[in-house]
């Protein structure tokens, strides 16, 4: 399924529209329990049946692998119609997100084991195929803060591989058919190392664009801050200024100075006019 975040409670929340289509207005009524919730559960009671009809009669029945390899497509075709169902109609819940690629890795990762055990399937390949599918995994959650890595064309023709490579493995093939499978396989591990190396080169990439961007975000938060505190800082010099300019008259100050002088002018004059009064004497 998709990685589109959706509601916490599941499902769209939107009301069925009239005249809209009468899937989307059943699915849409539901959150948890909606349709492609239901296929990706569906898929994760398939793993144990599937494991269990495979090694049935000592692994090697062709009935019984047949019904296994039923089991299997089944699985795999639920895969791709619950992704399908939860784009178109906006089902994507976070128990979807959790338990979707745990069904992936879970069906694919029991046959690829089960096979190697019976002996039908090298343990290298199985191991390579493994390593591969838990190592992206584990990539998209390292780079999952700063972006989502997307599901590229080569990925999706891989698990196409895959899947028909496995399923090939799993019926009791022989002759030219059993020789096509490898063939088969080995396109699928080579389409499996070289989408893995495509994700981590995305995955660096996505990784080193995202720490840019994040100091160049705090960057700008730190100028603003610092043009602020500026700011801040001049009106703060501003307003103390004008402290002392008020309290002695403000724009004043010098009319203050003039008057101050016209003062001593005038008590000069009274203390001419008193020396003048006593010589009269």
Known sequence: ????????????????????????????????????????????????????????????DPA????????????MITDLFDGHLARTYNLVTDFGKIADPIADKAIMGAALISLSILGDLPWWITGVIIARELGITLMRFWVIRHAV??????????????GTAVGMYVLALTGPLATLRFWVMMVAVVLTVVTGLDYVRQAVVLRRKGLAAERAAAAERAAQAAEEALRAAAGTTLGAGAGPGTAAGGSDGRGGVTDVRGSGTDVSGTAGARDAAEAER
């Open 1 to 60: 399924m998709t990685g589109v975040p959706a509601s916490a409670a599941g499902g769209s929340g939107a009301k069925p529209v009239r005249g809209g289509k009468l899937g989307t207005a059943a699915v849409n009524q539901a959150s948890l329990w909606n349709i492609a919730n239901i296929l990706t559960m569906v898929r994760l009671l398939l793993v144990p049946g599937f494991v269990l009809l495979l090694f049935h009669n000592g692994g090697y």
């Open 64 to 75: 019984w692998r047949s019904f296994a390899w039923a089991a299997f497509a089944v699985a």
């Open 149 to 162: 890595i997307p599901a590229s064309r080569g990925g999706k023709l891989k698990t196409l591989a895959q």
